[in-house]
């Protein structure tokens, strides 16, 4: 069983710093691609930001130059650091990794159950 779980998320004010993180357990052997996705209210869930167990990272045109993604693969661990935050960016973050159970195993997809950030005028 493979869990992800995401903390970190809270209340600030635009122009302001927040730092998500997101720790993968279980019987994990690696994963290959980690990434943020996020989900404001009446909209679809988009992709913020992934970082590959190689450390190659892209991010969503709306966040470039204020959010940095970074993993540590022998933890299982992934964060992102946002920085000038704004309002735009309130919703609810999510932690995604493609993770392979064994040798064997292609990757398959598991999410955490997100961690809500708001940005404040």
């Known amino acids: 069983q493979v869990q992800l779980v995401e903390s970190g998320g809270g209340l600030v004010q635009a122009g302001g710093s927040l730092r998500l993180s997101c720790a993968a357990s279980g019987s994990i052997f690696s994963i290959p691609v980690m990434a943020w996705y996020r989900q404001a209210p009446g909209k679809q869930r988009e992709l913020v930001a992934t970082?590959?167990?190689?450390?190659?990272?892209n991010y969503a045109n709306s966040v470039k130059g204020r959010f940095t993604i970074s993993a540590d693969n022998a933890k299982n661990t992934m964060s992102l650091q946002m920085n000038s935050l704004e309002l735009e960016d309130t919703a609810v973050y999510y932690c995604?990794?493609?993770?392979?159970?064994?040798?064997?195993?292609?990757?398959?997809?598991?999410w955490g159950q997100g961690t809500q950030v708001t940005v404040s005028s």
């Open positions: 995604n990794g493609d993770v392979r159970l064994s040798r064997y195993s292609t990757a398959r997809p598991y």
């Open positions: 970082i590959t167990s190689g450390g190659n990272t």
